[in-house]
């Protein structure tokens, strides 16, 4: 547990986002497998804060929704209108103390829009408030580019934070300046609903600027702080989709870095891609052009890639994945799966079984040592050990109204190119004969034969085909043009 607890965090979710051009709200988009509003709120929990507040106002219902989700502690605020970030506050700590919550120690505030800022720089944030004594300490940063950001204002003589000035309000001198304020904050909770009503609506956008705050406390005597960050992407605020990209990239790199680190290989991490959710062990390796999602997990030594895209997929010990769409399956130790293969919801494949080239596997248990090697559909259905499905084979699960259920034993070699008409069950150790139609069920040890049996009509191609090029082939292998009339089949 942390040593300088929050009492509050207060996260700032409220803006429309108008330059996502989205019907979807701004912190709800999604990158590396968490909203932008899901990454701020797991970095500010890192905190351990006493009380999680989520200011909402646009799309107010979508967001508290989606809030519930992710984190059912989460208290919202709602704020009507949108009167700017020091507004936004205030409505904020009133939610708390409405409902009785006596505030006593540091409110750290962050915004919905900043999801790579970690839970450590938000710890370091809070530390250095702690330690220096602050009524007031800023997160900012060194940027190449200052613009649109609000400017931090230093004393030319001691350094010291002087005042927030907004860019729309920057006189040409401080334009200049290029260390800016990140939209976080960690305040005295007591001088900060204090300053928050001292807080004006002169400036160019009429709103109430917590940024504003800071100068008020200095004014009034009070220390006042900064932190500044090592690495300036960290505060990047997404604005429009150009930024939500670069947020993922830079995310997406550090989820590898982590990945590699902790002993995974990432054979080509510019076009691998990880959710924030995904975990390994050491020494699994994944190959170029691959997206891992989900709660999917990498155990030891598997290969996945290239080419893959797994979703909620759990890959076993050894096992290799290659060219894979795969989505809430489970690949036991050693299986072999692929390329080209698409697993989806309810695939149990078990140790040691393959599932081939142009292979779907839907709800499905595969026992182990299993082959389904080429070309099959197997759709809702439970298969024993150590059996062998035959090539281009379908499990006929659905009668138009319902699906149903095959069962095929162990130790059982079903001829290529069956159909199992579910339900259907086929015992241990049986035999289905290729090109079968399997309506009934087989019992162990059996050999199935469900087909029209074959015959063949001599001499019909030089009877009804003659001159043609397949008639002196015929001729040629033998096959008299004169021979017997048509046996009957
Ligand atoms: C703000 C800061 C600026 C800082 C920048 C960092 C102010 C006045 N300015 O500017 O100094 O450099 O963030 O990204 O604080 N929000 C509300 N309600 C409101 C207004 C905003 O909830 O009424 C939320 C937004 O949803 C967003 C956050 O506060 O999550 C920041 O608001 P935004 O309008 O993006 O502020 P900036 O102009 O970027
Ligand atoms: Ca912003």
Redesign the pocket.
Known sequence: MSANRPAAVVV??????TRMKSATP??LHDICGRSLLGHVVAASRSLFPENLVV?V??AREQVSAHLAEVDSKVRTAV?Y????????VRMGLEELSGSGVALDGTVVVT????PLLTGETLQALADTHASDGNAVTVLTAEVPDST???RIVRDPESGAVTA?V??KDATPEQLAVSE????VFAFDAQLLTDALGKVRTDNS?G?E???DVLGILRSAGHRVGASVTGDHRE?L?I?NRVQLAEARRLLNGRLLEAAMLAGVTVVDPASTWLDATVSYEPDATVLPGTQLTGSTHLASGCEVGPNSRLTDTVVGEGATVSNTVALGAEVGPGANVGPFTYLRPGTKLGGKTKAGSFVEIKNAEIGEGTKVPHLSYVGDASIGEQSNIGAASVFVNYDGVNKHRTTIGSHCRTGADNMFVAPVTVGDGAYTAAGSVITKDVPPGSLAVARGQQRNIAGWVARKRPGSAAAQAAESAGGSADSQAPEAG
């Open positions: 700032l979710a409220a803006g429309e986002g701004k912190v200011v106002g646009h704020q209108e949108q009167n700017g970030t020091g507004h936004a915004c919905g829009d900043t649109g950001y609000g927030i907004e860019h800016i304020n990140s939209g956008q709103e600027y917590l940024t505060i605020g604005n």
